[in-house]
């Protein structure tokens, strides 16, 4: 009894316009979507209402520091314990937080020293970031030397 | 004259496979980066910048996030609010937390402030939140790019 193949020599084949047509637009979707962020970081201030956070500073270092501004909010003057003007420079303030810490210390968020930043109203926000920078640390290659890890604000001053 | 058919019936059929391997490898690259996230995200808000910035080794537990823009409005969630009138809002956050019991003060206040922002702004808003118990902020900043 002979029996006859029934399949074909053609090849099988797959229609694959439909899922390359979705692939597609999920690649655009995809594409459309995504939105290189910039990389984010914090700086912490822990601020208890009536007093400053953690505990008090044990250290000579009592730093105030206080940050003029004009009308603008640009930056006029940077003073430090209301005797030492800085200008606008913040590479001498961080020199004179590095000459104070010995540039050694190795601050804790509840303990060493501490610095009180006292702003005019207006002073734009980038400022302050700016000042806190300067006094919380100093970037070396990829490596960042702390210098004071507890920062508190003094009471809004009003317009 | 007559012309000889060059191709056969056959159909051409390009080869589909290193297309679609490299398409494949494209979706699922994009797919890892995407961030549906909307909650640490606003378009409107540009951060300063800061060289020590670095992302977090850990999440902050609690986190409440405050959008602060240059014109002093707060987006919070869905919410858009000023200094003034926030309070009603943190006090919604403190019954969650103490729904979960948790007080105000192991909650992670995070301050993405625009840039232009008056710092007295922040020490409002961060006054506000003083007020209603809390204590721990994260003022963010975005790396700087040496």
Known sequence: MKFESKRTNDKAELQLTSMIDVIFLLLIFFVMTFKIAAQEGDFSVKMPIGGSGGNPDSTDLPIKLRLRSNADGELTDIIVNDSLS???DWTKLRGYILEMTGGNATPTPDAGPEVEIDLDYNLRYENVIRAITAVTGQRQGDEIKRLVERIKFAPPRKQ | MKFR????????????????????????????LINFSQDDQNDKIKLPSSELARPPDA???????LHLDSNSVI???ANIVTVDSITPLLKTEIQLLSSRSQLPKD??????AHQNTPGGVVQDLIK???DLGFEKFALRVREEQS
């Open chain 2, 5 to 32: 058919k060059r191709f056969d019936s056959k159909m051409a059929e390009g080869d589909m496979t290193a297309m679609i391997d490299m398409v494949f490898q494209l979706i699922i690259f994009f797919m890892v």
């Open chain 2, 107 to 112: 909650a992670n206040i995070i301050i993405r």
């Open chain 1, 86 to 88: 800085f200008g606008n």
């Open chain 2, 59 to 65: 999440p902050l537990t609690f986190p409440i996030v």
């Open chain 2, 75 to 77: 987006y919070m969630g």
């Open chain 2, 128 to 130: 506000k939140c003083q």
